[in-house]
């Protein structure tokens, strides 16, 4: 038998509705559901090879061997599509992200979607989007909502079986871009893997799981009717009580700088006194992501870069789903 290898690309998602808390955290069934886009422009792009030649899984991420955190983390994942195709071939992984790492895009969400595609077609399995979506969920919570395209609903469900994303609307439905604004090229901080397993020992966890299907649901109407007012006051509100969650866990997590905290304040300003369809939505890190209309953002941009501390916007609009490519694709990874 020779090499099979496929390759694919998936973009990275911000969440609207946050995930932050596992019901189960082997099969990473989360405590809520959540809403996110992908992300335009940004794309992980994975080519996984296997063959009988191989003795173990290797993996090579942005042109340098990855240490043994991160391949441990790529074999585990592999012995579930090993399981599905009754097979024990080993694999090379060979992963690249044309977008900056630890500025607080979570790589995770692309690397586990692309991977979960680029995996099961070399093996030669054809699995349904749900399917992949359910699998790509075993590797990286968020990377379900990176495998259907544009707005994307990732259903918690109660088992492994009902657990996974679909798409609520397509990219093109409302155009939104979202301002990657960086004010810190990260130092190592907790990662989310570490964080969800802290969720629980906050007492605002429960209050802020208790509501999150009416936040789902308010966000969701928001968004298929292309109401602005309504998905920012939820979109804030949700992110804030997930760093309330954050700030009060056992230990506890703060993410946020004084950068970070000056940024959604003016964003919430302009949005008041300006009328500026904007809001702001931040993740396990200070970056903040600054959610606007299409017809705005160069605005926005311009004022954000104003702000004291921001070092660099990033723009990006919907993003289709995870898609596997074509040899000719495989010239198109561009840099940012
Ligand atoms: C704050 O999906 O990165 O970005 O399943 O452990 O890989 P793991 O966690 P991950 O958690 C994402 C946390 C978040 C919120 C969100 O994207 O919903």
Redesign the pocket.
């Known amino acids: 038998m020779s090499s099979m290898s496929a390759t694919a690309i998936a973009s990275p998602?911000?969440?609207f509705i946050?995930?932050?808390g596992n019901r189960d955290n082997q099969l990473?069934l989360p405590l809520n559901g959540?809403i996110?886009m992908n992300l335009d422009g940004l794309f992980t792009q994975t080519t996984v090879t296997f063959d009988p030649a191989f003795e173990m899984d290797t993996l090579t991420l942005n042109d340098q061997v990855a240490d043994q955190q991160a391949t441990s983390r790529v074999t585990h994942f592999l012995d579930l599509v090993r399981k599905l195709a009754n097979t024990t071939l080993r694999a090379n992984v060979i992963s690249k992200n044309n977008f900056p790492t630890g500025v607080g895009i979570?790589s995770?969400?692309s690397a586990f979607a692309a991977l979960s595609l680029a995996a099961t077609a070399a093996i030669g399995l054809e699995l349904s989007e749900t399917e992949l979506s359910r699998l790509a969920r075993r590797?990286?919570?968020?990377?379900c909502?990176s495998v259907p395209g544009g707005y994307v609903e990732w259903l918690a469900g109660q088992s492994d079986d009902d657990s996974y994303a679909v798409s609520i609307a397509s990219p093109d439905h409302w155009a939104l871009v979202d301002c990657i604004v960086i004010v810190q090229v990260e130092h190592k901080q907790i990662?989310?893997?570490q964080?969800?397993l802290l969720a629980n020992t906050s007492p605002l966890q429960y209050a802020r799981v208790e509501d999150a299907p009416r936040r789902i649901r308010l966000c969701k109407e928001a968004i298929l009717h292309r109401d602005f007012e309504t998905f920012a006051t939820i979109t804030e509100l949700d992110s804030t009580l997930?760093h309330a969650v954050m700030m009060t866990s056992d230990p506890p997590l703060f993410y946020w700088s004084p950068a970070t905290l000056e940024i959604m304040t003016n964003v919430t300003r302009w949005r008041k006194e300006k009328a500026l369809p904007v809001c702001y939505t931040v993740?396990?890190g200070p970056n903040v992501h600054v959610i606007c209309e299409e017809p705005v953002s160069e605005t926005i941009r311009e004022q954000l870069l104003q702000l004291p501390g921001v070092l660099q916007v990033l723009s990006a609009k919907p993003a289709g789903p995870a898609r596997l490519c074509t040899t000719l694709d495989n010239h198109s990874l561009r840099k940012l």
């Open positions: 998602n911000i969440a946050k995930y932050w990473r959540s996110s979570a995770s969400a590797g990286s919570g968020s990377a909502r990662g989310s893997s964080g969800h997930m993740d396990a």
